[in-house]
Structures are given as C-alpha cells and as structure tokens.
C-alpha cells in the first residue's frame, strides 16, 4: 500500500524526524513555498508536478492549476495520475542532497539501509551507471540497526560533527518507523542538509506490507483508494492478486510463478498479457467466477486465457466456475482452456460439455498462441 507525500511526513513527524515546514495553506507559512502535485508516482518534478513560487498568491494560482490536471511521468504510464491534492512547503536553503532509503533484502532477509551522495535524482540510475556509489548496511534482525552502522553511513556520505550526528539519529529514526509500520519501502530522496547542520526529509516515500495491514490500522485509514486502479481494488475484495497491465489477452492463473510463466510466454508468441492474476493454490468455484468477471471489466481484453494446474486447486472446480462466469455474463469474449493436473480430465469434461465457445488446448505454447490468435481476430493488434 502506498500513501502521498504528506502523509508520509506525517508519519516521520511522529517518530522526531526533521521534515520542511508545511500545510496546504501557503499564508500559513509566510516565505518563499513550494507546491507539489500528490500523486502515488515519482518523477513529479520532471513533470511540472513542483513548483517554487515567491508568494502566497502564487501560490494559489500554482494549486488551482496543479488540481484536476492529469500528470504524467515516467512511472505513471501515458494516462497519468489526477492530481486531488497539493502540499505547499517552505522552501529550504540546501546544502546538499543525498539519497536514503530501506527495503526488505530477500536474500540476507534483512532490512537493507542504502545511502548515497547522489541526491535528487533516481536511484536506479546511480545503481546502473555508479553503483560503487551506494553505501549499504544490513539490520540484524534480532538486534535492529545498530548505532555504529548509522554513524557508518553519515561518515561515508562525508558528513561531519553535528550534521553526522544529525544524520545518524535521522537514519535511527526512520529504522524504528520502517519495523513498527511493516513499511516495504521507505525512501527519502532527496533527504539535505543544511548550512546550520541540519538534516531534513525534503522529500519522501513510504511503501507498506499489504500482508501486514491487518494489525496497522491507522496506516490502513490512510489509503486513497483514488489512486489505485479499480479493478485492483475489486479484485482485492475478493483475495485475488490481480494487477491490471495493458495488453489485450486476459490471463486467469494458479500460482504466481506459473502466471508469471504465462505472461512470458504470451509475450513470446507476439501478444500483450491484459493482467496478471493468481486466482490462488485452493482456488474456489466462487473464487475463480469473481476472478472471471474481472478479468472481463477490463474493455480491453479481447481473449482470455485460463492456465490452471491442478496440485491443491482441483481443475473441475476451475472449469465450473468458468463456466457458471461465462453464462452470468453473456460471454461474447473468446475463451481458451487448458488445464493439467488433479481433475483435469473431468474439467475438460464439463468445459466440452458446457454448450459454450470456450477452445481447449494441450501444452501452453499451444495455449498461448491461440490466444494470441483469437484477440487479434477479435480487433486487438
């Protein structure tokens, strides 16, 4: 789950961590502001999305120009995210700009806290190009971030004195607020100092565990639901993982892995996966009927391809409720079937026996191919 900027550095006020002077009145802070357009994207900036206005009224004018306008950048996609709402700051006087953030590394299973002195800009092109230069710490888990590892990387970013020691207990802080929230992501870039040795959040980004918002109710409360594809939400609802893409083939999958598999081999066969989606190991008839519907919400899925291997999920079970979806929503859309595994014979069974236009295939090349094939027909190149 992700949350806007302000109220990412709501959450940073909480646990003392130096963040700019702030509200969504600009009278309130009576110097030069700065206005941000709040979108769930990076690359605002770039966009026209920040501003620096000298007044007030400025920035007003700035506000109503940003409100209602369509952002793009280069995480949005060609469509861009509505801007609802602005966060007005104080501009600050900057020394420099380094970069910190936190993720979960899956392959120490640990916090990995990452420091650069390449602040301000993307991260992913520092890694590409000068990845030397992105100093990187490991928490225990047991024993948390400890103070030296802070202090290890405020050094390294060549701070000195009280802006190290700033630094370090900035670092601390946000360790605390990544573990306590179930954060995935905590990324504060570019984080300044300043020339009194201050150490500021200038910008930030805080990413939560979607498996852990049972017990953070209060993060729970904070999510706009405007800025996620409705589709997503739906599916949501219902404990399915679906992500909405672009293409035109519609995908209905057990297993991440294997509709992972299944979008690879789309793209292979010359077409545009529409979605993923994982209708999960014990998949129910009801279950995989929601999953159906949503697939088919997407206007533009021209086919379908439902995957399924059957080890806990049972393929009978998968080819009714495809086909109690496809009665319920007149089904004009070409379906294509293949099913391996326990039930799979019955499945196909009740599929041929349905009195419906689904295709059956053996092998996923074959699957995936006629596919490709029936959307193209149906007007989707």
Sequence with gaps: M?????QAKELLKQYGIPVPEGGVVAESIGTKVVVKAQIHAGGRGKAGGV????TPEQAAKVADGLLGKSLVTYQTGPEGSVVNQVLVEGALAIASELYLGMVIDRATERVAVMACTEGGVEI?????????????EFADPNMGLM??????????????GKTASAAASFILKLYRLFVDKDCSIAEINPLITTEDGAVIALDAKLNFDDNALYRQEAVTELRDLGEEEPLEIEASKHGLSYIKLDGN???MVNGAGLAMATMDIIKLAGGEPA???????????????????IILADKNVKAVLVNIFGGIVRCDIVAQGVINAARTLDLKT??????EGTNADEGMRLIDESGLKFETAKGLKAAAEKSVAAATAAGGE
């Design 2 to 6: 992700k949350v806007h900027e302000y």
């Design 124 to 136: 992913e092109t520092v890694a590409a190009e000068t990845p030397e230069k992105i100093l990187k």
């Design 334 to 339: 070409p379906v294509i079937v293949r099913l």
């Design 51 to 54: 501003k620096l206005v000298d």
């Design 147 to 160: 103070p030296y590892q802070a202090r290890k990387l405020a050094f390294g970013l060549g701070l000195k």
């Design 275 to 293: 979605n993923f989606l994982d209708v999960g190991g014990g998949a129910k008839e009801e279950s995989v009927t929601n999953a159906f519907k």
């Design 249 to 251: 083939v519609g995908c």
